[in-house]
């Protein structure tokens, strides 16, 4: 490489590196305000006057409290996706859990949230039903063991290994057992009404819990995108009954929005993964480009050299 490319790929690499830079900081200039109060809709405001970095009205009972080492309640009762009265105290004793709390009937966060679950537990070298258990709790006491095992079938399916579906439980219960479970889990939700105006649906944030072998909280992992390694780290550390420490509480928020209402909004914290995105793709092309140009003006440079001998 003649040194005239040297210092143009030097130079390149510089702005790239200057790319790179701006790309953080504009990503986390985007988080900020989202992680604060992410963006509230037109009818949010007819709910409350938020002003500057406050959260939504809606969304003022909604939050993970991480409950690291609280028992949960194993009494507590709850019908299985086959209609069986259990106790969640059943899924306890020898293997640790990965505990969910959803509804079956929301089309947003949650399925994103199982979307997740299931990616991440596809490259980890354990088997649900052998070394933990997956539990997923309906936080509607309105949801039905046929909804549940529909919901179970789907993931297992998506999952790839039917020989684990033993290891997948989709739980329904009434208010008081729902409510056990996510007071000791920490997770706060609130129940708002829908395109029909009927309180039937629920703004609740995001989260996965590790429980170990005993029924006590000992990691949570927030959003709806969980890392295999974490996941794996998270119940190994879980099967011994070792608690995990706490996790920076980034939420990720979901209720509905009607746009023929302006009643409720969506909100889903991508901001910070699009910033990331626009800013590797943003680099990709500037890098092909400045490396297009280097190689162009580098051949041209030895071209006149040559000519320059001759």
């Known amino acids: 490489m003649s040194r005239q490319l040297r210092i143009r790929w030097n130079t390149s690499m510089r702005a790239a590196r200057a790319v790179v830079l701006a790309g953080f900081l504009l990503t986390g200039w985007l988080a900020t305000p989202t992680l604060a109060a992410q963006v509230s809709g037109y009818g949010d405001k007819q709910q409350g006057d938020n002003r ?23 009494n507590a009762e709850f019908v299985d996706e086959m209609g069986n009265t259990v106790k969640l105290g059943d899924y306890f004793g020898k293997k640790p859990a990965l505990l969910s709390l959803v509804y079956f009937n929301c089309t947003m966060l949650c399925s994103e949230e199982l979307d997740g679950v299931t990616s991440s537990l596809e490259m980890v070298k354990l088997n649900p039903g052998k070394d ?3 539990l997923v709790i309906s936080i509607d006491p309105a949801d039905t063991p046929e909804l549940a095992a529909k919901k179970k079938a789907f993931y297992v399916k998506r999952y790839g290994r039917p020989e684990t579906a033993a290891g997948w439980h989709f739980l329904t219960g009434k208010k008081p057992a729902i409510d056990a479970v996510s007071s000791a889990v920490g997770f ?22 590790v429980v170990t072998t005993s029924g006590q909280i000992a990691q949570y992992y927030m959003g709806v995108e969980y890392s295999p390694k974490d996941v794996l780290l998270g119940l190994i550390e879980a099967s011994g009954n070792k608690i995990g420490s706490p996790v920076a509480n980034i939420l990720t928020y979901c209720y509905h929005y009607d746009p023929q209402t302006n009643k409720h909004s ?22 092909f480009l400045m490396f297009r140009r280097d190689i162009k003006l580098g051949r041209e440079h030895d071209l006149a050299g040559e000519r320059d001998k001759g």
């Open 52 to 74: 500057g970095d406050e959260l939504p009205t809606v969304l003022k009972g909604v939050a993970v409290t991480q409950h690291l080492n609280q028992q949960l309640p194993l």
């Open 132 to 134: 933990f258990n997956v």
């Open 188 to 209: 706060g939700y609130v129940k708002v009404a829908g395109p029909d105006g009927t309180l039937s649906q629920f703004a609740h944030a995001s989260s996965l819990e």
């Open 266 to 287: 969506l909100i889903v914290a991508r901001v910070v993964q699009m910033g990331g995105m626009v800013t590797m793709a943003g680099l990709g092309g500037f890098m």
